[in-house]
């Protein structure tokens, strides 16, 4: 009967909004409390439903994911390609500022992507993670819809990938505000603030640079193009060249 239940398509879904809300009404009591960003708290939120589930049913938690996953989830996961899109909005609101400082938007968004690569690979070399580990952190500089394609191509596992995108999108949300006041980045670096928020925090970098104003946030929905772009274009070759 469980088992049944967790096929129906209905169910993904459900488990999935579930988790987002109570992320929501928890985010919302705590005053903005960085744990309980909704994204987190529904990551959370499912993996404990599908490992109870699995043991319930006396199964795996992959084999049970694979259920939520295909009938329904996969639904949910759908919405991610749109909202990707949807980040052309404040860019169009704000395409003069794209537009007098593109080249150099561009060079350092692909500098910087190509120095995380190699920070990625000595990280992950210093706590003795597997090829397949690696090859999936490689590309959480993308946002997620990106970065899990690319992680599958190059021989990672995209459900790193998916986990790293999102923690990488909590602490950048949790730490922004210091430091932009660390690293004294007033007023006068707008532009680099909404580029180092979108580029690092992904969509909910992006929600956090809108909130300090719409070249901040124009600025970070064109990292995160431009970023996502340039993961595709250099974790395959720097695997292939690098990861051998």
Known sequence: MFTQSLMLPYTGIFISLVGYLLGMWLFKISHGFFLFTPLLVGM??????????AKGIGSTTAAVYTKYYLPGGNIIFWFLNPATVAFAIPLYRRNDIFKKYWLDIVLTLFVGGFISLFGIQMVSKLFGLSRVSTAAMMPQAATTAVAMPIAKGV??????TAMACI???????????????VFRLNKTSRVGNGLALGSAGHAVGTAKALQLGSIEGAMASVAVVVVSLAMDILVPLYVNLFMK
């Not at 959370?44 to 589930?53: D, K, Q, R, T, Y």
């Not at 021989?155 to 790193?160: L, Q, V």
């Not at 950048?172 to 505000?177: E, G, P």
């Open 155 to 160: 021989g990672g596992d995209p459900a790193i």
């Open 44 to 53: 959370v939120f499912g993996i404990a439903v599908l490992a109870i589930w």
């Open 167 to 181: 923690i990488n999108a909590v602490i950048i949300y949790a730490l922004a505000n210091f430091l932009i006041k």
